[in-house]
């Protein structure tokens, strides 16, 4: 005979927080700061002064979703059995009250690799909130860009509730060809998308934001948070894989989440957990799979990851997009020229006034006239017996373009100096004329490498000017050496960048052409994906090794299979 002990969630729960602090789970450092916060609130918040803790809530959910079947694979009709992540997720995030009674947390986060039942675990939470989240005409959506996409969570739930008679006759669920509909409350769960509809006039209740990563723009995630605002206990689910836009809303949200984390931010409302790797930890072994993979082993399957690890591990055009999907480690382009974990390694708090009066060499790289302009100084110094570049990057873009454009952390960058904003339509060319002579008054300026295209009238006034401009053309000669460079000197850590997010992301986005000699080239995958900056830091560095003693580079000339250039 089945067990009548009702499951003890809050324990699950409690369990696997403390496994995953102590190392007995193995998890990334962001699991373990998500567990440590809520085993920390449990202790900070006992008095109930601010928050409270109902466990029963927590129970409440996590018993609705395993009365719930699967509805695909190899389980399909079998009842839902939770696993310990998954309820420390959810016993975490319906428990907490604040001392009115409301809901705490109303924003989530969840992001893990593929296959680790996003979707079922989000199905489950929908119809929950549709039939026993105690919400008079709640309005439960699923959200996405595109019809398809915002029907996986809504197909789910739907076939959920075609199966289950039992959760049909106990809220009057009904099953209709584009909703679930409970009359006694007035509350319904559909699917909505950016496609042909208005997101514009709802009272969410619960919003469902399945695959985040996937959105272009920011449009359909702004709607659905102001669309929250109406309800008392609303809540913005939203469980994603990770993905190449480093630009897009949601790495804007996952950086936030990271924040909180790390507590360099502070937002009670908001609850986040991130599986994945650390940055010492090498993805091909089968240790790091299952340390990203939460699920490794039920809805995981080793033998089918291992298989397409190992194809990964062969063919490095395939690495990208396996470590994006299956170990969550964002990856910019999904062919990416540049190692990116090396590359956020050789960050270091530092500032241009550092370097007032040294020498510098300087790329411009001049788009047209209603896009993305890239000016990249680079500062050569001799540190611990070699050199060591110094970079630092400034963009400019019409307000025109910054309004229409898919990036949304383009208002991010303006506020923080990076991305300077000019009014109109065009790029005030003038403004870049101004601090260009700037710079020269600040710093020694030996060069300033420019494309002749678009730049002729400027140069020629900077030149008037006295200011050493070198024409440089975005040649395959020109460029393949100086961006094999780039490459040496990121690996070997000597080149130095400060918190440059905007220029992050550009070289995140540079893939490498090849030609039949091994000469490479810096290319972009789709428009949006602008590589400005990364273009001028390797004009500006071609100027630099030019000009420099090319004895600083002798190592490498000697060991690396990159081969030493000059003109």
Known sequence: MPSLTKPNYRAVAEKYAQDVVCGK????????????????????????????????????????????????????????????????????????????????????????????GKSCLSSGVALFCLCSDREPGAEVYSFATTRDQAKIVFGDAKEMARQNT?????????????????????SYFQAKSAEGSTLDGLNTHLAVIDELHAHKTRAVYDVVETSLGKRRNSLMWVITTAGFDTAGICYEVRSFVKQVLNKEAVDESQFGIIYGLDEEDDWTTTEALQKANPNWGVSVRPEIITSLQAKAMARPSAANNFKTKHLDIWCAAASSWMDMPAWNACQRNVS??????????????????????????????????????????????????????????????????????????????NQIEEDILEDCSRFNVKAVAYDPWQATQLATRLTDNDVPMVEYRNTVQNMSDPMKWLEALVQDGRLIHEEDPALTWMIGNVVAKRDFKDNIFPRKEIYENKIDGAVALIMALGMCVNEEDAGAFKGYEENSEVPFFSW
């Not at 039992?166 to 007035?186: G, I, W």
Request: aromatic residues 12%; glycine residues 6%.
């Open 352 to 429: 241009l006034s550092d370097f007032e009066g040294s020498d510098c060499y300087m790329g411009l790289d001049l788009g047209a006239k209603n896009d993305l302009t890239a000016k990249v100084l680079v500062f050569p110094v001799e540190e611990d017996d070699s050199v060591k570049y110094y970079v630092f990057g400034t963009y400019y873009t019409p307000r025109s373009a910054l309004l229409k454009s898919e990036n949304s952390q383009y208002d991010g960058w303006e506020t923080l100096g990076y991305l300077r904003v000019t009014e109109g339509a065009v790029t005030d060319f």
């Open 25 to 116: 789970i193995c998890a990334c450092d962001l699991v373990k700061k998500a567990c440590q916060r809520q085993l920390s609130d449990l202790i900070r918040y006992k008095s109930g002064e601010k928050f409270i803790f109902e466990p029963e809530a927590g129970d409440r959910v996590c018993r609705f979703i395993e009365h719930l079947t699967h509805v695909k694979g190899e389980l399909a009709g079998e009842e839902i059995k939770l696993e310990p992540w998954q309820i420390f997720i959810l016993h975490t995030v319906f428990s907490w009250k604040t001392a009115s009674g409301i809901r705490r947390f109303r924003r989530v986060y969840i992001e893990v690799p593929r296959g680790n």
């Open 166 to 186: 039992k959760l049909k006759r106990a809220f009057d669920l009904q099953v209709l060809a584009n909703s679930l509909y409970v009359p006694k409350t007035n």
